[in-house]
């Protein structure tokens, strides 16, 4: 069965701190991975997408890794802010007509 | 922004009463996805769509349908709305290259 699976469950650091979430995952044949923020009431919004190639992708002070032979991706957030509090979702996709598959998240708080 | 509008934002309707949430994208967009997200649960699938007429169901999709009759717009409905099906909606746009998702602002369902 195709499962994303995310931790920690949920996540309090200080203001400026960095933290690494982690997603393992089991989605065969593999197409990319993406991570997504979602602050609460609204839409997930995209943070990165990684093909099966790539290993490294930054945007901002965010950054992800995956690891394609272990199926393991994690993502990297560097002296967070007050405004980075939210849900981190991972989302891997396989290939053909095979829908999303998502991870429950990760509900950062990020605390003064 | 991508263009993905959900509609209504808000309803609040009376069990055993039919109800159907729209989503329509401007994207021309192949793929096109209906999740429910609970507390605990993460995004759950219902239902996706990979064509017009072409649809398919998720891991949670009883007591729901859909339609998709043209590529924008995709339908949910609940035949008859339970009080376990209070949840917030949101719909979901992939493009050919199973590349981006973007994500509607979501549609808060409460069923009493």
């Known amino acids: 069965k195709n499962q994303v699976e995310q931790s920690p469950q949920s996540l309090i650091i200080l203001e400026g701190k960095n933290c690494t979430l982690q997603?393992?995952?089991?989605?065969?044949?593999?197409?990319?991975l993406r991570w997504y923020k979602q602050d609460t009431g609204r839409g997930p919004v995209s943070l990165t997408i990684m093909t099966f190639s790539e290993n490294t992708k930054s945007n901002g002070r965010y950054t992800a890794t995956l690891d394609a032979d272990t199926k393991q991706s994690s993502l990297h957030i560097t002296a967070s802010q007050l405004s980075d509090s939210a849900s981190y979702i991972c989302?891997?996709?396989?290939?053909?007509?095979?829908?999303?598959?998502f991870g429950k998240g990760t509900r950062l708080s990020v605390i003064a | 922004d991508a263009g993905i509008t959900q509609s209504p934002r808000h309803k609040v309707t009376e069990t055993g009463t039919p109800v159907t949430l729209r989503c329509h994208q401007t994207e021309n967009h192949r793929y096109m996805y209906w999740y429910r997200q609970d507390p605990g649960h993460g995004l759950r699938l219902i239902h996706y769509?990979?064509?017009?007429?072409?649809?398919d169901k998720g891991e949670v999709s009883d007591g729901y349908s859909v339609s998709r009759s043209k590529t924008e717009d995709f339908l949910l409905t609940l035949e008859s709305a339970t009080s376990s099906q209070t949840s917030v909606y949101f719909c979901a746009i992939v493009g050919q290259q199973n590349t981006e998702a973007f994500f509607g602002q979501g549609t808060r369902l409460t069923v009493v």
């Open positions: 997603c393992n995952y089991t989605v065969s044949p593999f197409s990319n």
């Open positions: 989302v891997v996709s396989g290939q053909g007509n095979t829908p999303l598959v």
């Open positions: 769509s990979y064509g017009v007429k072409d649809t």
